[in-house]
């Protein structure tokens, strides 16, 4: 029996599990795709996988970058002193 040709090899749905396109986290991320290839270009984006034209984001990855993006909150603002002030 041939294999199906419409049908593609159980390896592929594992081999791209977890990953994401580019126009996908830009929609996510509420961004255009042109901003990703942006901070693609200036490394401060996540980091992709190129295959051809096509890029691809690891979801793992795209987490660990936001992680990374976290700010602490601010706390209460401290009380200003003046220079010799006792």
């Known amino acids: 029996?041939?294999?199906d040709a419409t049908k593609p090899p159980a390896l592929?749905?594992?081999l791209f599990e977890g990953l994401v396109t580019r126009d996908d986290l830009a929609r996510h991320l509420g961004i255009s795709t042109?901003?990703?290839a942006r901070?693609?270009?200036?490394g401060t984006g996540p980091t992709s996988i190129k295959v051809g034209r096509r890029v691809l984001?690891?979801?793992a990855t795209v987490n660990a970058w936001?992680?990374?993006l976290e700010r602490?909150?601010?706390g209460p603002?401290?009380?200003a002193t003046r220079p010799g002030a006792k």
């Open 1 to 3: 029996m041939k294999p």
């Open 12 to 14: 592929l749905p594992k």
């Open 34 to 36: 042109d901003t990703l």
């Open 39 to 42: 901070w693609e270009g200036r």
């Open 57 to 59: 984001y690891r979801a």
């Open 66 to 68: 936001l992680r990374g």
């Open 72 to 74: 602490p909150k601010p």
């Open 77 to 79: 603002a401290k009380p």
